[in-house]
């Protein structure tokens, strides 16, 4: 006669056995260290309403699995039987304990991780509406208040920096989206090499660090990434397909500044030479840097300072990753170079033209000047002004499947570097003591993809 699982348990003295399960621990355990973002997404799947379609999806799938017949019995043995799954009380605690060393609800939890029930890459929200969304942004003045809208909430931020801006928006946002019972997903990256010798006051501490870990893991899921490319998103892979938010603030000069879909090589470098001045590539106590004779003074900065990326594949990430894109604190030489990417009248984009203060009022005409008009504070819709282009490149490989390009449906151009109830990046704070610095720029911007 076959063995009933759900009431037999192999013998705990069987060395093999007990091999076995100690395999099987390691290898939960394992999975709950490696897959922190899973393990607080496994959190939704032990909620009352979704427990019973959890343990209905466990039970199907063990089976299924590689794991040696004795665990199979034994997790079977401790899970509710088919049809009788809509109460965790018909759980076997004591079973499950021994399992996986954990207590119930937290077993359930690393078994769903474990048997692939929770897709990271799947985790977004499919069904917001993009009308919706412009109307929130519309009526508030605070974009950010987007995290308190949506049923899971989630930031990256490009070129995070010190992540002074992170503190300040988990300070404003955190407690509300803790009292909702949410998770917010906080994800940050940067081209600095933490502990290099270059970026100064851009690099993280280490106490910032320890300060935006130290939040339970119930209500927030925090990740920085140094020494990484912000264009180059393919890897880790806690990284999310969709974010609620994406930002990138103060985005780089020159890095940004020159399109060079519109400009040559040898203009963007005849050009940085000549305001600028010369540059090259040196040893500084056996790191590689950039160092660059500026006005008389030698000046050194990390080796990839004078790498031109231009706008369009920062738009094209953004759009391809976030509902909602937050660029902020942006300088004159960036923010024209961006506009005209986003318009869709091209004789705003010259070829070989570079963009300088002299000519933007000749290239941009009306759209130059109502920009201009905007007092610090102030914000306008570049639709009102001129027409938004109706299609952008992709920039970036390998291009979503399926899309042609993508388009932004709605701009919004806002003059300033700090706003009274948004968060602020370190960079954005320091233009208030820039004295020779014109007032910088933001873009609010509600994407989309093209499909073909």
Same mark, same amino acid.
């Given at each position: 006669?076959?063995?009933?699982?759900?009431?037999?348990?192999?013998?705990?003295?069987?060395?093999?056995?007990?091999?076995?399960?100690?395999?099987?621990?390691?290898?939960?355990?394992?999975?709950?260290?490696?897959?922190?973002?899973?393990?607080?997404?496994?959190?939704? $799947?032990? +909620?009352?309403?979704? @427990? /019973? &379609? %959890?343990?209905?999806?466990? *039970?199907?799938?063990?089976?299924?699995?590689?794991?040696?017949?004795?665990?199979?019995?034994?997790?079977?043995?401790?899970?509710?039987?088919?049809?009788?799954?809509?109460?965790?009380?018909?759980?076997?605690?004591?079973? $499950?304990? +021994?399992?996986?060393? @954990? /207590? &119930? %609800?937290?077993?359930?939890? *690393?078994?769903?991780?474990?048997?692939?029930?929770?897709?990271?890459?799947?985790?977004?929200?499919?069904?917001?509406?993009?009308?919706?969304?412009?109307?929130?942004?519309?009526?508030?003045?605070?974009?950010?208040?987007? $995290?308190?809208?949506?049923?899971?909430?989630?930031?990256?931020?490009?070129?995070?920096?010190?992540?002074?801006?992170?503190?300040?928006?988990?300070?404003?946002?955190?407690?509300?989206?803790?009292?909702?019972?949410?998770?917010?997903?906080?994800?940050?990256?940067?081209?600095?090499?933490?502990?290099?010798?270059?970026?100064?006051?851009?690099?993280?501490?280490?106490?910032?660090?320890?300060?935006?870990?130290?939040?339970?893991?119930?209500?927030?899921?925090?990740?920085?990434?140094?020494?990484?490319?912000?264009?180059?998103?393919?890897?880790?892979?806690?990284?999310?397909?969709?974010?609620?938010?994406?930002?990138?603030?103060?985005?780089?000069?020159?890095?940004?500044?020159?399109?060079?879909?519109?400009?040559?090589?040898?203009?963007?470098?005849?050009?940085?030479?000549?305001?600028?001045?010369?540059?090259?590539?040196?040893?500084?106590?056996?790191?590689?840097?950039?160092?660059?004779?500026?006005?008389?003074?030698?000046?050194?900065?990390?080796?990839?300072?004078?790498?031109?990326?231009?706008?369009?594949?920062?738009?094209?990430?953004?759009?391809?990753?976030?509902?909602?894109?937050?660029?902020?604190?942006?300088?004159?030489?960036?923010?024209?170079?961006?506009?005209?990417?986003?318009?869709?009248?091209?004789?705003?984009?010259?070829?070989?033209?570079?963009?300088?203060?002299?000519?933007?009022?000749?290239?941009?005409?009306?759209?130059?000047?109502?920009?201009?008009?905007?007092?610090?504070?102030?914000?306008?819709?570049?639709?009102?002004?001129?027409?938004?282009?109706?299609?952008?490149?992709?920039?970036?490989?390998?291009?979503?499947?399926?899309?042609?390009?993508?388009?932004?449906?709605?701009?919004?151009?806002?003059?300033?570097?700090?706003?009274?109830?948004?968060?602020?990046?370190?960079?954005?704070?320091?233009?208030?003591?820039?004295?020779?610095?014109?007032?910088?720029?933001?873009?609010?911007?509600?994407?989309?993809?093209?499909?073909?």
């Amino acid at each position: 006669m076959a063995l009933d699982p759900r009431t037999h348990t192999p013998s705990s003295n069987d060395s093999s056995h007990k091999n076995a399960l100690s395999q099987f621990r390691h290898q939960v355990k394992q999975a709950k260290q490696e897959h922190t973002l899973g393990w607080a997404l496994t959190r939704k $799947l032990v +909620e009352p309403r979704s @427990l /019973p &379609a %959890t343990l209905e999806q466990l *039970v199907e799938r063990i089976p299924q699995s590689s794991c040696q017949p004795a665990i199979q019995e034994m997790l079977l043995a401790a899970l509710p039987s088919p049809g009788n799954t809509s109460s965790k009380s018909n759980v076997h605690a004591d079973r $499950l304990k +021994e399992l996986t060393g @954990l /207590p &119930a %609800t937290k077993a359930i939890r *690393v078994l769903c991780l474990y048997f692939d029930l929770v897709d990271q890459e799947s985790q977004r929200d499919d069904t917001f509406d993009p009308q919706e969304l412009e109307d929130f942004v519309r009526i508030h003045t605070n974009p950010y208040d987007w $995290l308190l809208k949506v049923d899971d909430p989630s930031l990256l931020d490009l070129g995070a920096g010190d992540l002074s801006f992170e503190e300040a928006l988990l300070t404003q946002y955190l407690p509300q989206i803790q009292n909702a019972g949410q998770l917010l997903i906080l994800h940050a990256l940067d081209r600095l090499q933490p502990g290099s010798q270059f970026g100064g006051v851009y690099h993280a501490s280490q106490e910032r660090l320890a300060r935006l870990s130290q939040h339970p893991l119930e209500y927030l899921h925090f990740r920085f990434w140094g020494a990484k490319d912000m264009l180059d998103l393919t890897t880790p892979r806690e990284l999310r397909k969709t974010y609620s938010i994406v930002t990138c603030h103060a985005p780089a000069t020159p890095t940004f500044a020159f399109e060079p879909t519109r400009l040559s090589q040898n203009t963007i470098q005849e050009h940085l030479k000549r305001t600028k001045g010369d540059f090259k590539t040196v040893r500084v106590n056996g790191e590689e840097a950039l160092e660059v004779h500026h006005r008389g003074r030698t000046l050194t900065f990390p080796l990839w300072k004078f790498a031109i990326r231009g706008p369009l594949p920062l738009l094209d990430l953004m759009a391809q990753r976030g509902q909602l894109c937050i660029l902020s604190a942006i300088d004159a030489e960036v923010f024209w170079e961006i506009l005209a990417q986003l318009v869709e009248d091209e004789s705003m984009r010259p070829p070989n033209v570079v963009l300088t203060q002299d000519n933007l009022p000749e290239i941009f005409k009306q759209v130059y000047e109502s920009l201009s008009s905007l007092k610090e504070g102030e914000r306008c819709y570049l639709s009102n002004v001129t027409p938004l282009r109706i299609q952008l490149p992709h920039a970036l490989t390998p291009h979503p499947r399926g899309s042609e390009g993508f388009r932004f449906g709605y701009v919004e151009v806002r003059r300033g570097a700090v706003f009274s109830d948004m968060p602020a990046s370190f960079t954005a704070q320091q233009f208030s003591q820039m004295s020779e610095e014109p007032l910088p720029w933001c873009l609010i911007l509600i994407p989309d993809l093209l499909v073909s």
